[in-house]
Nanobody, 114 residues
């Protein structure tokens, strides 16, 4: 059964860090291009970070230099390290394929507030 399970969110103060993790139950995970998405309150879901099958990554301008996406093909996981968090990073974070989206997981809530 294809499944996405995100974890690691929480409530932090501006400037702090969080690490998110996503376990991806999909065949041939190592061949999938994956992404982390964010849905801020009242806004559409957007891609914040992408990682391709070969390991190349890129980022939305709003998180560039602060977020790092990575993958572990042996554990079928994709991770997101978030540093120097800002209030505007608040939202529900999801992982999914970059194309041919799978059914969305439950996401993990990140709240950045003083």
């Amino acid at each position: 059964q294809v499944q996405l399970v995100e974890s690691g969110g929480g409530l932090v103060q501006p400037g702090e860090s969080l690490s998110l993790s996503c376990v991806v139950s999909v065949p041939f995970f190592n061949m999938q291009s994956m992404a982390w998405y964010r849905q801020a309150p009242g806004k559409q879901r957007e891609v914040v970070a992408k990682i391709f099958s070969g390991g190349t990554s890129n980022y939305a301008d709003s998180v560039k230099g602060r977020f790092t996406i990575s993958r572990d093909n042996d554990k079928n996981t994709v991770s997101l390290r978030m540093n120097s968090l800002k209030p505007e990073d608040t939202g529900v974070y999801y992982c999914n394929r970059l194309a041919n989206l799978l059914d969305w997981g439950q996401g993990t809530q990140v709240t950045v507030s003083s």
